[in-house]
Every structure is written in C-alpha cells, then in structure tokens.
C-alpha cells in the first residue's frame, strides 16, 4: 500500500484546522485564519516527521504537550498563563471528540486498507471521512456545551441569605460568585461581601460611616463589642485593597429549596452598589455554600 507524504500532511492540516477552529469557537476567542493555517501546519508537520519516522523524539510524551502548546499560542496568543491553561484543555478535548468521531465513521463505514503508523491511522480511506468526523464532533461539542449552559439559568446564580449579628437580623439577596474565594487571613473563614446600606438595621450608624478609619486605625473606641475583621481584596475594582469585617454570628443559606446554616462566616461591608440593576446586594462564594451543606436547618425558614 503506498502512502503519500503530501496526503498525510493534507489530512493532518484539515483536521488541526478544524479542532483549532472549534477551539477558538468554543472559546469565543478572535479567529485569524492566517495563525490557524500556521498552527496547523506546525502540526501537520509533526505528523509527516511522526509518518517518516525521521526523529526518535516525536512519541515523547513531553515533546508532544510542548507541541500542543506552542500550537495553541501560535493561533490564539492568550494574554496570560490562565486562559493558555483554558485554551490547552478546551483544545484536548475536543480533538478527543473529534478522534472518537472518526474512529466510530471507520467503525460503521469500514474502509479497506487501513493500517497504524508510528501513532498515526493511514490508509486509503478518504478524507471526507476525516472532515465528517469533525463536523459530527463539532455538533456535539456546541450541543454539549449548549445544554451545560441551559443548566445554569439565572434563578441557580441567586440564593437568599440571613444573617444575623447580636441578635439582629437582616435578609440579602446574593449572587453566587464562583470567583469569589475571599477568606478572612487568620481563620480563614469564608466571607459574604454586603452593600454597607443593607446592614443598617444590624450594625450601628457609626460604624458604616467609618469603615475606612476602623480599618486604617483611627477609632478603637465605641466598636459596640463587635467582632471586627479586616479583610484584604484584589477585586471589586481595586486591587490590595482591604475591607472592614465582621463576625456574623450565623447565616441561614437558602439555595436549590433546602435552608442550611453557616455558624462561621465573615461579612465584609462594602460601601458601593454591588448590582446597577439591584437584582442583589451582596456575594457570596462557593465555600460559604460547600459549608453550609453540612449542616442543614431542617424548619428555618427565610
């Protein structure tokens, strides 16, 4: 059976084309066809020295990843180390559904001739084969993608809090923040971060009015006995910044139907709208709900 090197090559560009493409899809990253052409002609280059068998290193696992992430620099050229991590995964997983795509078409369509390489499936199949293939494992990845999306509608991103200080209370409404990991330093208790106007039925006047000098120092007296924190931040529009908190004595979690309770939690007051629209007041991280499934209030109620 002979097996041309130009048809290697061609095959191999068409489907990097295609996983890199989706990729960028996926991603929602700006598509240049001039660094997908590029990409993917490094990769096709790789499968005609894997094909030849020329250089020893081409089966290196090592090799391989540094391939994989020169190819997904090269098309996407992502910002920082993070989204290259995003890039990278979303790239392998698609190129796994594509692969699995193609093997099943073989499966069903059974061509002739068809034989593994140094790694890599040749034969005389055509490469409409190759292409359908990643057309179906396209179709899959959006739809796949499509219905994870659909999971998360915006009633799962709310959920209502009760917080309650020296038996005071006060009802938020939060928006789950998935990037929200704030802890407080020393204890390392989770942290709700609430518009400073939603506590003034349970913190006193005084202190809401001078959260920036609590924190700096300047007023050690008349704290009302509370438990005061100070948390450090990098978000919310500025970074080393640091936040005024204090130690709820418990917060009841009202997320999915079910009412937990959270008896270590830190509220950090914040003095600026959290939502322009006000759809909520306050946010709270997954670990304050990892938390609070732990203990579960069987009668509270919100």
Known sequence: ?????DVVLLENLC??????FATGVVTRNNLRILRIIISSLIGGIY??????????IYSNLIFKIILSVVMVYICFKPKNLRMLFKQLIIFYLISFAFGGTAFALLYFIKPENIMTKNGLLIGTYPIKIALLGAI???????TAFRVIKTKITKQDMFCDIKIYIKD???????????GNSLKEPITGYPVIVV????LENILPKDVLENTEKIVKGKIVENLYNLNFRIIPFTSLGKTNGLLLGVKADK????NDDCENIVENVIIAIYDKELSKTGNYNSLVGLDVLE????ELVGNAKI
Not at 15 to 20: Q, R
Not at 136 to 142: A, E, S, V
Not at 251 to 254: D, E, L, M, N, T
Request: hydrophobic residues 55%; without cysteine.
């Open 251 to 254: 917060a009841i979690v009202k």
């Open 291 to 294: 938390r609070s499934t732990n």
């Open 1 to 5: 059976m002979t097996i041309y090197v």
């Open 168 to 178: 005071k209370q006060e009802i938020l409404r939060a928006m789950i923040d998935t």
């Open 136 to 142: 179906i494992g396209f179709i899959i990845i959006q």
């Open 47 to 56: 499968a005609v020295i894997s094909f030849m068998n020329i250089f020893k």
């Open 195 to 198: 518009q400073s106007n939603k």
């Open 15 to 20: 489907m990097n084309y295609a996983i890199l």
